[in-house]
């Protein structure tokens, strides 16, 4: 069957494509964007079940070859779903640790906040207390298992469950007086922070960070069982991998992610392409979290390919074409939209996605404006997202330039020996310089404004939002890095330049 002619047919296109699609996940782990082995496969599901009536739909002879055509489609699909797994994977924590949680708060103490976590659970509508249930124990901690179950895809498995969790976190209610546990629970679940964001705003060392969230997770889980324990069976949390599993590709998996470097290993993948594609396929394969951590994505991107095989149809998307894909100017406005869409976004904080809270003050576009500006390449290119935007005469690309009139202007007191390489910055606060003329106030808002050519209100509104987006985005501003700490943002020199936004923002906050 012709290339064409399987578009149609989407069993037989998922079998010729997917060792596509595993080159194209080697190359997004390449560029930065890299995908667990337990997720690469239902990351192809999904693309299958939601990006494939879109192929189906925009896909004529015109645009080149379909293998090609699909290859660049599953890239714009999966990047903005990689960067928004990534930060939701901090929040859960893995089976392994769930299937050592036993029954916690013997003493008096323990079982009034025992109480408490039942309360906040009861609180909970019954569709999403069952969810929650089915997780902990009926799925016994299989994300998989419980997209199987419950129709879902992963992805949204995923964001329903910290969004529950959080949820119960929030039912709760802070505690009297000093409880670290609590400021770990409500910076992971409440605003959204990573692992290692956690541990930089709470002056925690991951590892602690770590630790408080599984017995924040224990309490959880414990109170389930106390709560509902007519339901679920024992509780008791089991492997994913076991039984009948077929151990030796689990064991050659294991092996390939841990021995970079080992030629032979990958051999042994691409004669055996096929066997892992159907076990990855059926089963999670999940590596120890240490683990898991200490595996480089240049590696991860060889074991992908290693999977994909050597067929020629894969060898055929090695082309300049398909690498300018992931090497995008910054200057072109189509780009610095898709950057934004993909990669900025999906990484935030629901708070920060609504635009309407942040820019409904702003004064609107006019009609005529609106119209013009969802032409624009950049709004075209992040679209839905990006017309919420322009409704305030705002666009992708000058939230960009807005990043670059900041840095720009930090940089130059820099060079001009006026400033020290930290700058502290607040919203509605001006920038103190000294001078030898004496203290000079300067108004970032005012270099955003001329550089981006828009309005005193859209300039003071971008730049609050592209502080509190630092939070969560160490390189927002080009050539510095971001740090928060006790309400305050730091911007420290780094002097590290990126040619290519997409991984510029996606790169996450990393502990000292």
């Not at 179950?149 to 929030?170: D, P």
């Not at 976004?345 to 409904?360: K, Q, T």
Request: aromatic share 10%.
């Amino acid at each position: 069957m012709s290339s064409t002619g399987s578009i149609n047919d989407l069993g037989v296109a998922y079998r010729q494509y997917t060792p596509v699609l595993l080159r194209a996940l080697g190359a997004l782990a390449r560029s930065g964007f890299a995908v667990p082995p337990s997720e690469a496969l239902d990351l192809i599901h999904d693309f299958f079940v939601d990006g494939w009536p879109s192929v189906q739909t925009h896909y004529n002879v015109k645009k080149g070859p379909l293998p090609n055509y699909v290859y660049v489609s599953f890239v714009h699909y999966a990047r903005p779903r990689i960067v928004k797994l990534n930060r939701l994977r901090s929040a859960l924590v893995d089976p392994e640790t769930l299937e050592k949680i036993e029954a916690p708060l013997q003493n008096s103490h323990g079982k009034l906040e025992l109480q408490r976590w039942a309360e906040a659970i009861h609180s909970l509508p019954e569709r999403e207390r069952q969810f929650l249930q089915q997780y902990l124990h009926g799925s016994r901690g299989s994300e998989r298992k419980l997209a199987t179950a419950t129709g879902l895809s992963r992805y949204a498995v995923r964001e329903q469950l910290v969004r529950v969790i959080g949820k119960v976190i929030a039912g709760f209610g802070q505690p009297r007086g000093e409880y670290a546990d609590w400021r770990v629970a409500e910076a992971i679940w409440l605003d959204d922070r990573t692992i290692d964001e956690t541990a930089a705003l709470l002056g925690l060392a991951a590892e602690a960070v770590k630790r408080a969230r599984a017995r924040n997770v224990e309490k959880i889980v414990e109170a389930l069982r106390r709560f509902e324990s007519n339901r679920g069976g024992d509780g008791v949390m089991a492997s994913t991998v076991g039984g009948n599993a077929p151990i030796a590709v689990e064991t050659l998996l294991y092996r390939a992610l841990t021995n970079p470097g080992n030629e032979a290993l990958l051999a042994e993948l691409r004669a055996r392409s096929s066997e892992i594609v159907d076990y990855l396929d059926a089963h999670d394969f999940v590596l120890p979290g240490t683990t898991a951590e200490s595996v480089e994505e240049l590696w991860i991107a060889e074991v992908y390919e290693a999977i994909a095989g050597d067929s020629a149809s894969a060898a055929t998307f090695e082309t300049e074409f398909t690498r300018e894909l992931f090497q995008a100017s910054q200057k072109d406005l189509a780009s610095i939209g898709l950057a934004f869409k993909e990669t900025l976004l999906p990484d935030l904080p629901v708070a920060l996605v609504r635009f309407e809270d942040w820019f409904g003050k702003v004064p609107r576009a006019t009609d005529e404006e609106h119209l013009n500006l969802l032409k624009q390449p950049d709004v075209v290119a992040a679209f839905p997202n990006s017309a919420e935007l322009a409704v305030y005469g705002m666009t992708p690309s000058m939230f960009y330039f807005a990043t670059e009139a900041v840095s720009g202007l930090l940089d130059r007191l820099i060079r001009a020996a006026i400033h020290e390489p930290v700058f502290v910055l607040k919203e509605k606060t001006s920038l103190e310089v000294r001078t030898e003329e004496g203290a000079v106030q300067l108004r970032l808002e005012d270099e955003v404004e001329k550089v981006t050519e828009c309005s005193p209100e859209r300039a003071n509104a971008m730049l609050a939002w592209l502080l509190r987006a630092a939070e969560y985005k160490p390189a927002l501003f080009s050539g510095f890095e971001a740090e928060f700490s006790n309400g305050r943002l730091l911007l420290r020199h780094s002097g590290e330049r990126y040619g290519n936004l997409y991984q510029r923002w996606s790169l996450a906050f990393a502990t000292p």
